[in-house]
């Protein structure tokens, strides 16, 4: 069964810094890329992030570009999202999501499986 | 990035109805390569994460109900529910993969009447 865990959220300030991590299990995870996808409360989903299954390759929404780091340890099952420079405008529950291809894009495709989330507050 | 529009933002159907959700992309996302529609449809209930419904436009995912499909090409995709159960009182998102800055939507929430 797939399960990806999410942990790391919590409250900063802003200019704050906060590191999310995404423990997966289930599935053969250097085989896939995976994503970050956030959702602000009440509002959309918005796609943050991806890298892919070898970690060689990253991307990232213009809104996070410069500010935010993807990272995977395949040894360690799991997917980091480094936030620095956080904004009032970065609080939302923050999604890791598997790819639904297993030879697809490095940059993402569509989403099988996705976490419980973690909750980001940035605020002072 | 190819912006994503829904309509209508919200709908209310009865019980047994049918409910249709439309998503329109700014540009095509099919792939004269492959012959697919890089298009995935999502339902979130309140409080979950979102779930995967359909991919490549009209492709069910593995245990969804028959009534859920998918259909169009190119700039222009529906979801259609076809007798509406209170169960699937969600939030519906589309999402575009055919380019990289993978957008979403701005979701159709769907209520009983």
């Known amino acids: 069964e797939v399960q990806l865990l999410e942990t790391g959220g919590g409250l900063s300030r802003p200019g704050g810094s906060l590191r999310l991590s995404c423990a997966a299990s289930g599935f053969t995870f250097s085989n896939y890329a995976m994503s970050w996808v956030r959702q602000a409360p009440g509002k959309g989903l918005e796609w943050v992030s991806a890298i892919s299954g070898s970690g060689s390759h990253t991307y990232y929404a213009d809104s996070v570009k410069g500010r935010f780091t993807i990272s995977r340890d395949n040894s360690k099952n799991t997917l980091y999202l480094q936030m620095n420079s956080l904004r009032a405008d970065d609080t939302a529950v923050y999604y890791c999501?598997?790819?639904?291809?297993?030879?697809?894009?490095?940059?993402?495709?569509?989403?099988?499986?996705w976490g419980q989330g973690t909750l980001v507050t940035v605020s002072s | 990035d190819i912006v994503m529009t829904q309509s209508p933002d919200s709908l209310a159907v009865s019980l047994g109805e049918r409910a249709t959700i439309n998503c329109k992309s700014s540009?095509?996302?099919?792939?004269?390569?492959?012959?697919?529609?890089?298009l995935a449809w999502y339902q979130q209930k309140p409080g979950q994460p979102p779930k995967l419904l359909i991919h490549w436009a009209s492709t069910r995912e593995s245990g969804v109900p028959d009534r859920f499909s998918g259909s169009g090409s190119g700039t222009d995709f529906t979801l259609t529910i076809n007798s509406l159960q209170a169960e699937d009182v969600a939030v519906y998102y589309c999402?575009?993969?055919?380019?990289?800055?993978?957008?979403f939507g701005g979701g159709t929430k769907v209520a009983i009447k």
């Open positions: 999501a598997k790819d639904g291809l297993f030879t697809g894009h490095d940059r993402g495709d569509y989403f099988d499986y």
């Open positions: 540009q095509s996302v099919f792939s004269s390569s492959n012959n697919k529609n890089y």
């Open positions: 999402q575009q993969y055919y380019t990289s800055g993978l957008t």
